[in-house]
């Protein structure tokens, strides 16, 4: 396959989350109902698996840029998952099933020290669907009723992404986010009376933003890198029919992770991150997330494992949620490593407001280097 | 083999993995959405002017029924007869089908004439029907007094139909009268015999006979007979002659060319109240200043025309009638043309002095959706000219009274607020 074919693959890979036409969703969340939505995890299936703490150090991920230095050759990737959830409330349990397909891009070198990467992965995911029985007075009758309000969509992050390694031991990134999305909201309202119609409006709700990224990856010694990375975005602007709706401040995030590969065979890794998600508005709180992980066995069909742990952004109460997960993975490599197929599963667990959330994910994630 | 199998297998688990279920019962407010469906209910007591009546629109003529009553009321008694006329066959008759011969009509042995009754209430008894002999000038114009004498000194037969039903077969063997109950379409097809005094084929008129019809019972006298296709019919039989020979001759059977209906008392005249229903039908226009927060940002979910009847709706009393609101596709008074694609309706009792609500939702969710639509409501009978029912409501102008709409409405949800 040539150059130019690959690089043809790769649009028609990212090429729909550039016009907008993506349906970029993530893991979907009760917690992000009262919220902007539920942040999305910015990480390939083999970052994922291993809790995440590898995806500062994985040029697929797209939570740093400096890693796509080390990315080599030109590699277009993308990821799915289903997830059954289990959400447990007032006593009450529902279950739910949902299936995204969080990640999608492609990254390559440009120039002997320069690599560049284009793609989209979840910011937010805003797909939910509320079902409400209740009743009031109306025409002096208590009139009984069933609300149905949907979200479905989300915002994706469109990154457009460079890197050089600078040194043998330094590299940089930076990074331009367009966020952009879509949801399509439903509102519907039937009474058990007839005689009133049912309620039934419905509106696309288009949002849009923007922001910059950078970070550093340093090798501090043979085997062991550290990295850190920093991110801004202005605003998430909401319009209805051309009319703006909301303008929500977004967060600064900052993190950093560490990777240590004692031998060719063994990598471990963690991560922290924190994001600033409290100017988002009431029921938001500033988050602390960690992570750990580790991969053993050759990169051909390496096992992954991983932990991570923090705080949901958005929830009732005064503290934020928590959730803390575990995730077990593999891969495997075809035609001289040419394509590769991520296999992933990962238990989550949220808490906080009165609601847990128990989460079965399986992923998949499928890269290929033309 | 295997990598086939594994593959079929992970393209059925895809297919199964895409079902989406994300529907979760809420729990309010901590996991519900911030935006809520706001309900407002108000009632617009000044928003209905201009209000009219107009009289005249389907004559008894053109109604598609005979309208057949003898209800006392209190003041007067309301007395509904059907007339009709049928043309015969002319001076002369063919005498063979397979020439052109004609010989003179010298008269009828007897004639059958066959009614339709179309409505009638079951729990009406010893209903009995009264057939007269008409003057053959009757036309549309025909009223109720002009042909009072006739309806007085012309009686040609009386015929008691619960009797007749009664018979077995459903036929009398000596008048020769029968029946036949068709319980599908709710009708009874009457058979009268008419004898030769009954039966005059006079050839100085073509043939031509009028006849009306008076109906009695024991109460709740109120039929009606059908008219075109399911009108009344005369089967003659002919003597012709022939040579001098007198031959028998049973022509085609003759449907009327004029079945209409006279009444007394005559309708009240239009005042200034909201006149819907009798004969001539009466329509009323009511004009709504629709309110533009109401058009413009919201969903109406249920709306209703509150009505306060001015007089006790009248008509026959068995004969509950249906008054339906319509909207109009332009606001001419009395000729506007009617929307006949929505209507809202509701059933009037005769007798009744209750406030009289029309469900008009659909309506007002036309005005809304086609903001060029005039907000103009035609109350109208659902059924023209075919019921003596009436009712009147109080206008605007009388503003203890006057007619107001009661609408519920939902503001516009706000969608893309977190």
């Known amino acids: 396959m040539t150059h130019r074919t690959g690089w043809i693959i790769a649009v028609l890979l990212v090429g729909p989350a550039l016009t907008g036409g993506a349906m970029a969703v993530a893991q979907d969340s009760q917690f992000g109902i009262r919220g902007l939505g539920t942040p999305g995890r910015w990480e390939s299936v083999r970052s994922r698996t291993t809790g995440g703490a590898f995806g500062p150090f994985d040029p697929l991920s797209p939570l740093m840029e400096a890693s796509l230095a080390d990315i080599g050759q030109l590699t277009a990737t993308?990821?799915?998952?289903?997830?059954?959830?289990?959400?447990?409330?007032?006593?009450?349990?529902?279950?739910?099933?949902?299936?995204?397909?969080?990640?999608?891009?492609?990254?390559?070198?440009?120039?002997?020290?320069?690599?560049?990467?284009?793609?989209?992965?979840?910011?937010?995911?805003?797909?939910?669907?509320?079902?409400?029985?209740?009743?009031?007075?109306?025409?002096?009758?208590?009139?009984?009723?069933?609300?149905?309000?949907?979200?479905?969509?989300?915002?994706?992050?469109?990154?457009?992404?460079?890197?050089?390694?600078?040194?043998?031991?330094?590299?940089?990134?930076?990074?331009?986010?367009?966020?952009?999305?879509s949801t399509r909201m439903t509102a519907e309202r039937q009474f058990d009376d007839s005689t009133f119609h049912r309620v039934q409006q419905s509106a696309e709700v288009r949002y849009d933003g923007l922001g910059v990224s950078g970070s550093v990856l340093i090798g501090v010694a043979p085997g062991l890198t550290i990295a850190g990375w920093a991110r801004r975005d202005n605003r998430l602007r909401a319009?209805?029919?051309?009319?703006?709706?909301?303008?929500?401040?977004?967060?600064?995030?900052?993190?950093?992770?560490?990777?240590?590969?004692?031998?060719?065979?063994?990598?471990?890794?963690?991560?922290?991150?924190w994001r600033s998600w409290s100017k988002a508005g009431a029921d938001a709180f500033d988050t602390w997330t960690w992570s750990a992980g580790a991969e053993f066995g050759s990169r051909r069909m390496p096992i992954r494992l991983g932990a991570r742990g923090g705080q949901m952004p958005f929830g009732p109460g005064t503290e934020a949620p928590t959730e803390v997960a575990g995730s077990l993975g593999t891969g495997r490599a075809f035609a001289q490593g040419r394509a590769l197929i991520d296999l992933g599963?990962?238990?989550?667990?949220?808490?906080?407001?009165?609601?847990?959330?128990?989460?079965?994910?399986?992923?998949?994630?499928?890269?290929v280097r033309p | 083999m295997i990598r086939r199998r594994l593959a079929l297998v992970g393209a059925v688990l895809l297919v199964a993995a895409c079902v989406e279920r994300l529907a979760a019962p809420g729990h309010c407010p901590d996991y519900c959405p911030t935006g809520q469906i706001t309900v407002v209910d108000t009632l617009l007591t000044t928003s209905i002017n201009r209000d009219s009546s107009y009289r005249g629109y389907v004559l008894a003529y053109q109604s598609p029924l005979m309208l057949a009553a003898n209800l006392p009321g209190a003041t007067d008694t309301l007395d509904g007869r059907?007339?009709?006329?049928?043309?015969?066959?002319?001076?002369?008759?063919?005498?063979?089908?397979?020439?052109?011969?004609?010989?003179?009509?010298?008269?009828?042995?007897?004639?059958?004439?066959?009614?339709?009754?179309?409505?009638?209430d079951t729990a009406t008894h010893n209903l009995r029907l009264q057939l007269y002999r008409l003057?053959?000038?009757?036309?549309?114009?025909?009223?109720?007094?002009?042909?009072?004498?006739?309806?007085?000194?012309?009686?040609?037969?009386?015929?008691?139909?619960?009797?007749?039903?009664?018979?077995?077969?459903?036929?009398?063997?000596?008048?020769?009268?029968?029946?036949?109950?068709?319980?599908?379409?709710?009708?009874?097809?009457?058979?009268?015999?008419?004898?030769?005094?009954?039966?005059?084929?006079?050839?100085?008129?073509?043939?031509?006979?009028?006849?009306?019809?008076?109906?009695?019972a024991d109460t709740l006298a109120s039929i009606a007979f059908g008219k075109d296709a399911f009108g009344p019919a005369l089967q003659w039989y002919l003597r012709v002659d022939s040579l001098g020979m007198p031959v028998a001759r049973t022509p085609g059977a003759l449907g009327a060319r004029l079945a209409s209906f006279v009444f007394a008392p005559p309708p009240a005249p239009l005042d200034s109240t909201l006149a819907v229903g009798g004969v001539p039908s009466t329509r009323s226009l009511l004009?709504?200043?629709?309110?533009?927060?109401?058009?413009?940002?919201?969903?109406?979910?249920?709306?209703?025309?509150?009505?306060?009847?001015?007089?006790?709706?009248?008509?026959?009393?068995?004969?509950?009638?249906?008054?339906?609101?319509?909207?109009?596709?332009?606001?001419?008074?009395?000729?506007?043309?009617?929307?006949?694609?929505?209507?809202?309706?509701?059933v009037i009792h005769v007798g009744a002095t209750d406030t009289v609500k029309i469900e008009v939702t659909n309506l007002l969710q036309a005005w809304a959706a086609d903001s060029t639509h005039p907000t103009v409501l035609v109350l109208l009978p659902e059924r023209e000219a075919q019921l003596f029912g009436e009712i009147r409501f109080y206008p605007s102008v009388a503003a203890a009274f006057r007619p107001t709409l009661q609408v519920t409405f939902v503001r516009r949800f706000p969608f893309g607020v977190p």
């Not at chain 1, 457009?160 to 966020?179: D, M, W």
């Not at chain 2, 009709?84 to 089908?97: D, K, L, P, V």
């Not at chain 2, 039966?199 to 100085?204: E, G, H, K, M, Q």
């Open chain 2, 135 to 216: 003057p053959i000038t009757i036309d549309t114009s025909t009223t109720f007094g002009s042909v009072a004498a006739p309806f007085t000194d012309s009686l040609l037969r009386t015929v008691n139909i619960d009797t007749l039903l009664a018979q077995p077969g459903r036929k009398d063997s000596v008048t020769g009268d029968s029946a036949v109950v068709d319980t599908a379409n709710h009708r009874v097809v009457l058979s009268l015999k008419l004898d030769t005094a009954a039966a005059r084929y006079i050839a100085a008129d073509s043939g031509t006979v009028a006849y009306g019809i008076r109906i009695a």
């Open chain 2, 287 to 346: 004009r709504v200043a629709f309110p533009k927060v109401i058009r413009d940002s919201a969903q109406i979910i249920r709306a209703t025309l509150f009505l306060v009847p001015a007089v006790a709706a009248r008509g026959a009393p068995a004969d509950s009638f249906v008054i339906e609101a319509r909207s109009v596709f332009a606001d001419f008074g009395a000729k506007s043309p009617i929307d006949l694609r929505l209507s809202d309706t509701t």
């Open chain 1, 78 to 181: 993308a990821a799915g998952g289903t997830s059954n959830r289990d959400v447990l409330v007032g006593g009450t349990a529902t279950s739910l099933r949902a299936t995204r397909f969080p990640l999608m891009g492609v990254a390559g070198p440009v120039a002997r020290r320069l690599a560049v990467s284009v793609g989209f992965t979840t910011y937010l995911d805003k797909s939910w669907d509320v079902t409400l029985r209740d009743s009031f007075m109306l025409r002096g009758v208590l009139q009984r009723y069933t609300d149905e309000i949907t979200s479905d969509g989300s915002v994706a992050d469109i990154r457009i992404a460079a890197a050089s390694r600078l040194t043998r031991r330094i590299a940089l990134g930076a990074g331009l986010h367009v966020l952009a999305g």
């Open chain 1, 345 to 367: 599963l990962e238990r989550l667990e949220r808490r906080g407001g009165g609601l847990t959330e128990r989460v079965w994910t399986v992923l998949v994630g499928i890269t």
């Open chain 1, 239 to 273: 319009k209805v029919a051309d009319t703006t709706s909301a303008v929500t401040d977004l967060p600064l995030m900052a993190g950093g992770g560490v990777l240590f590969a004692p031998s060719p065979s063994a990598r471990l890794g963690a991560s922290v991150a």
């Open chain 2, 82 to 120: 059907p007339i009709f006329r049928m043309n015969g066959y002319g001076a002369r008759f063919r005498i063979s089908t397979v020439d052109t011969s004609t010989g003179p009509i010298l008269g009828a042995d007897s004639a059958r004439l066959q009614l339709y009754v179309v409505r009638r």
